[in-house]
């Protein structure tokens, strides 16, 4: 019994000295910080005019294209042409579709791949503007922010895209590769007028990109447990999106004399099963490379948690997957958003339905999930077909390893410097998902500093970017387009 004992402590000794050692030792995978040295000068009071500008014009998307209002559109190219003359003099522009601009600026080096910058020219609708403390279309300066409609999302990008290459152009300098814009009109409503086309246009044209960079993932605060330093998040790849119809038939009649099973409870008893039976977690898919890149710097417990998986992964399963926010990165989400039964109170409906959301992870199709949910529900009188033909599969994932992560990264720490670099998954989908065909190297973020308060301005009341975001996320496209 005592050698039992002897070997048992020996075994808890070894156990400790490898959770600590391998806590003490893991290495720090972010690039090294070099200052940045501004290639040009930047009118900050003429960037945030431009910027309030941009805003007052109200390019709203409408799924509907009959209630557009183009001349918004038409307004906010001629708004470009008007403020930009040294892009207009310098890169080729073209439309493609209705309002959507592709400008190409040539490099220094043409035998280089070129990169490409993504942005949106639409915005979601302000709902009830009476809700805003200033109005969702007039760019107001209040309290060090600009306010509105599309600050944040995405025309506060765009105008910094075009701020940075309007002041490079008049400095002399140029990209050492060429460098392409791509201003889609409709992100907001699938993109299947903007992005979509000009992506088709590029692949039919046999183009091949360095990298593409889009909108997704952000500099986040208190983004990783246990790290006090903003963390950069780039996003590698997005979840595919679909809406599936489930339809559960029965018995209709007469309320006064309910069948044993209706309609509606064939359907409550679907939706309830697949909530029970949620889809697997991925332990070791993109979303936990966060942890990977930020194990090092953070507090020792977390470290310790974070340095010796092979031992907590159930600990950081159920860490993750408590939060509604953290389960959407690591596993398909399926969530019902309309529902629709009877149309009298007396009158027991034959059919009832419910429209599911379904976000899928990489490494899932339609299929997959089709016969997982097929499986849950497990009743005949259910079935699962497509609500519409808005289907949108997983992308592939960007490698973290190419040199183009690399090159990212070490603009990102030189433009801040205090900021943890890491790759992640993106939950909500872009207009890069169209551009698969034309590099290999596609990632999503933007250089702006949020707060989980500030994430919910996008699409949401009281929209604003801080001014001295705004500026210095011009400072970092001047950065990359330089240096790219």
């Given at each position: 019994m005592l050698y039992i004992l002897y070997a048992a402590g020996a075994l808890l000794a070894l156990l400790l000295v490898i959770i600590?050692?391998?806590t003490l030792t893991i290495p720090s995978l972010q690039e090294k910080a070099q200052p940045?040295?501004?290639?040009?000068?930047?009118?900050?009071?003429?960037?945030?005019a431009h910027l309030s500008q941009a805003v007052s014009i109200p390019t709203v998307s409408k799924a509907d294209r009959s209630q557009l209002d183009g001349q918004a559109f038409e307004r906010f190219v001629g708004f470009l042409e008007e403020t930009y003359p040294n892009?207009?003099?310098?890169?080729?522009?073209?439309?493609?579709?209705?309002?959507?601009l592709l400008?190409?600026?040539?490099?220094?080096?043409?035998s280089l791949k070129p990169a490409l910058f993504?942005?949106?020219m639409d915005v979601v609708s302000a709902g009830d503007e009476a809700e805003w403390s200033y109005p969702p279309f007039a760019g107001e300066e209040h309290d060090g922010c600009i306010w509105g409609r599309g600050t944040l999302d995405m025309k506060g990008t765009l105008v910094s895209l075009m701020e940075a290459a309007e002041a490079l152009i008049a400095a002399g300098k140029k990209p050492r590769r060429s460098v392409y814009f791509a201003f889609g009109q409709d992100e907001e409503v699938g993109g299947h007028f903007g992005a979509r086309r000009i992506a088709a246009l590029l692949e039919q044209r046999g183009m091949r990109f360095e990298f593409v960079l889009?909108?997704?993932?952000?500099?986040?605060k208190d983004a990783v447990p246990g790290v006090r330093q903003n963390v950069a998040l780039i996003g590698l790849c997005e979840r595919g999106y679909i809406d599936l119809l489930l339809t559960a038939e029965g018995e209709g009649g007469h309320s006064s004399i309910p069948p044993r099973s209706t309609a509606i409870q064939a359907l409550a008893g679907a939706v309830s099963r697949i909530e029970q039976h949620p889809f697997r977690v991925y332990m070791n898919g993109t979303a936990m490379k966060v942890f990977s890149y930020t194990a090092r710097h953070m507090s020792l417990p977390y470290r310790a948690v974070f340095a010796n998986r092979w031992l907590t992964d159930g600990i950081i399963k159920k860490l993750l997957t408590a939060e509604p926010s953290t389960t959407a990165m690591i596993r398909t989400t399926v969530v019902p958003t309309m529902i629709n039964g009877g149309t009298q109170s007396n009158v027991v409906p034959p059919k009832a339905t419910c429209v599911l959301n379904v976000r899928i992870m990489p490494g899932e199709t339609r299929e997959t999930v089709v016969q997982r949910l097929n499986e849950i529900i497990s009743d005949p009188r259910v079935t699962i077909e497509?609500?519409?033909d808005g289907y949108v599969a997983p992308t592939a994932v960007t490698s973290d390893n190419s040199p183009s992560f690399r090159r990212l990264a070490k603009t990102i720490r030189s433009v801040y410097p205090d900021t943890l670099v890491a790759p992640a998954l993106s939950i909500s989908g872009s207009d890069s998902a169209f551009y698969g065909g034309v590099s290999e190297n596609i990632f999503r973020f933007s250089p702006v500093v949020l707060s989980t308060t500030d994430s919910e301005l996008i699409h949401g009341i009281d929209e604003r970017i801080r001014l001295e975001d705004f500026i210095r996320e011009i400072r970092f496209y001047m950065q990359i387009l330089v240096d790219c």
């Open positions: 600590v050692v391998r940045s040295e501004a290639p040009a000068i930047i009118d900050e009071a003429a960037a945030a892009v207009h003099r310098a890169m080729q522009r073209e439309r493609v579709s209705d309002y959507s400008y190409r600026w040539e490099g220094e080096d043409t993504l942005a949106h889009d909108e997704g993932l952000a500099i986040m497509d609500y519409d």
